[in-house]
């Protein structure tokens, strides 16, 4: 039988981030995708022009009836725009708690631009993060997460486990944003730790790359990994992903010419 994953999440009209990027994950690992939309968001990697949210109703009907029709072995969410989103939907989800919750929780584009309503952390702290079976925050998140402003290379650590005792999940703390010449990534699942680690790829093409990672890992879940191969498994295809990406050097105009492809750094 095939597995099944389900992605909430928002659509990206250039494709390369929210649930266009997990549906490509999701057919790589040769698992069959499921969406629910959350939102539209005009975008590119070069800026994020407006995000249209989803009626919270229409959000929660998509995956109420996704739940109720398919026999889905893992879900992950994305983009979630609103406290309303939020709570709703983890009520929804405290009724399956057997299915494995991926939470990538998407709160700032790689442009710097704000992807979810300012009260939407405090739902997502309170309702949501404690129903998942894994967290994804990047630096960036994980700050917003620990009410902090920043943290600092030599807190990497000390913020996984924070954010794990916390809110009594297992976290993925992603490093992307550490100024080193390798990308650490940190898991925490209970007692255990494991770092997963790949050399920096110097690529412009980087958007999406969050939604990917989670999207792997989710991918691997409803294969029957366990929780530490899942992200290996993950870390190894976003490694190649970037090596082998493409980007351009002009998004305006029509005109665009492909660069050459990511190269380690």
Not at 39 to 44: N, R
Not at 101 to 107: E, G, T, Y
Request: aromatic share 6%.
């Amino acid at each position: 039988m095939t597995p099944i994953a389900l992605t909430i999440a928002g659509s990206d009209c250039s494709a390369g981030a929210g649930l266009q990027a997990d549906l490509k994950t999701f057919q790589h690992f040769q698992v069959y995708g499921l969406t629910a939309v959350t939102c539209v968001v005009s975008e590119t990697p070069l800026i994020v022009r407006h995000v249209h949210p989803i009626p919270v109703d229409v959000v929660i009907d998509q995956v109420e009836l996704l739940l109720q029709t398919f026999p889905i072995g893992a879900i992950k969410t994305g983009i979630l725009y609103s406290a309303a989103h939020i709570e709703r939907l983890a009520e929804l989800l405290a009724k399956y708690p057997n299915i494995p919750l991926v939470i990538d929780p998407v709160m700032i584009a790689s442009t710097g631009d704000p992807l979810i309503e300012e009260n939407a952390i405090i739902a997502y702290k309170e309702k949501l993060l404690p129903l998942a079976t894994l967290i994804t925050p990047n630096l960036p998140e994980a700050a917003v997460l620990l009410d902090r402003k920043e943290i600092f290379t030599n807190e990497f650590h000390d913020a996984a486990h924070q954010l794990a005792q916390r809110f009594q999940v297992s976290v993925l703390l992603k490093g992307g944003h550490l100024n080193e010449e390798s990308c650490l990534d940190y898991l925490v699942e209970g007692e255990a730790t494991y770092e997963y680690s790949s050399l920096r790829i110097n690529t412009k093409a980087s958007h999406g790359t969050g939604c990917t990672l989670s999207a792997a890992i989710t991918a691997n879940i409803a294969l029957g990994k366990d929780l530490t191969e899942s992200c290996a498994n993950a870390k190894a295809f976003i490694n190649h992903s970037l090596i082998t990406s493409i980007a351009w050097n002009n998004y305006n105009h029509g005109e665009i010419h492909v660069l050459n492809q990511g190269t380690v750094s």
